[in-house]
């Protein structure tokens, strides 16, 4: 079955090969590594002895229904850690361009699900320095409820 969570966890394990090879930096001195990927949510702070920084977020946005078929929307959020504020917006900026350019090379996932455009992202102007944040809006085409005959 199709469903929008499966394509979160697809998406996730997708983007954890794309970014596995990134070291970046992190709130602790001297670490350095690559983007964690998670579904949803970061997890509570002070949970776990990493820091949160960087990472990616696969989260479900929205769905659309339509009788031509149905779409969910899915938001990639990035975020990245610099002191300085010339490298912070480009290590989330990039991180965006390679998502964006691996995703559109293969157009479909898992071999089940296909990303369509338009694609958008955007650099909020406000950033929560040392923290940079990107958000990517990606849209797929997902199966729909087929109509049963039912006897009433």
């Known amino acids: 079955m199709i469903t929008p969570v499966i394509l979160i966890d697809e998406l996730k394990t997708f ?4 970014v596995q090879n990134y070291r970046l930096e992190t709130n602790q001195q001297n670490n350095v590594k690559p983007p964690q990927v998670v579904t949803g949510y970061l997890p509570p702070k002070n949970s776990g002895p990493d820091p949160d ?12 229904d339509k009788e031509e078929g149905a779409t969910v929307t899915v938001k990639i959020i ?10 912070g917006w480009r290590d989330a900026a990039n991180m965006i361009q390679r998502i964006w350019q691996e995703l559109f090379k293969r157009r479909v996932i898992a071999r089940k699900f296909r990303v369509e455009y338009p694609m958008k992202f955007e650099i909020p102007e406000e950033q929560p320095y040392p923290h940079w944040i990107g958000v990517m809006t990606t849209v797929w085409t997902v199966a729909h409820p087929v109509m049963e005959e039912v006897d009433l």
Request: aromatic content about 12%; cysteine-free.
């Open 53 to 64: 920084f960087p990472f990616v977020i696969v989260r479900l946005a929205e769905g659309v």
């Open 15 to 18: 983007i954890e090969e794309v």
């Open 78 to 87: 990035v975020g990245a850690y610099s002191e300085d504020s010339q490298q």
